[in-house]
């Protein structure tokens, strides 16, 4: 999982430079930034085994915000993203929504786990 926090932070990079290149508004660009820095701070907390009485509070509200966020982000991306085609089948689009789901899965988990398992 520490190789795995390790390439979500470059990839979060990497999807925050998607941002500011498809000119996406200032607060929806640093909004994201955000969620993907708490993302990747629980994926290390859960690495480490960090899992406090404080932090699970903090997480049990983060961790819906993370799965709206990753729903919004797909969204926009989609309506108004750099990529933008309109005659993008239903495939592609499912082959899309997997490969995200692949990426932000372990994340989800490890960032769960942290919110509603129980505490150290």
């Known amino acids: ?14 999807f925050i430079d998607s941002d500011i290149s498809n000119e996406y508004s200032l607060f929806y660009s640093v909004w994201m930034a955000l969620s993907y820095l708490m993302m990747s701070i629980g994926n ?18 983060l961790f819906p915000v993370y799965i709206i966020n990753l729903i919004v982000s797909l969204i926009i ?15 592609f689009n499912l082959v899309v929504f997997i490969i995200v789901a692949i990426i932000f899965l372990p994340a989800f988990r490890a960032n769960y786990k942290i919110a509603y398992k129980n505490p150290n």
Request: charged content about 25%.
């Open 1 to 14: 999982m520490l190789v795995y926090s390790i390439i979500f932070i470059l990839l979060s990079i990497a």
């Open 44 to 61: 290390l907390l859960f690495v480490f085994d960090k899992n406090v009485r404080d932090i699970k509070r903090v997480w049990k509200i």
């Open 77 to 91: 991306d989609k309506k108004y993203g750099d990529n933008l085609s309109l005659n993008d089948g239903l495939l």
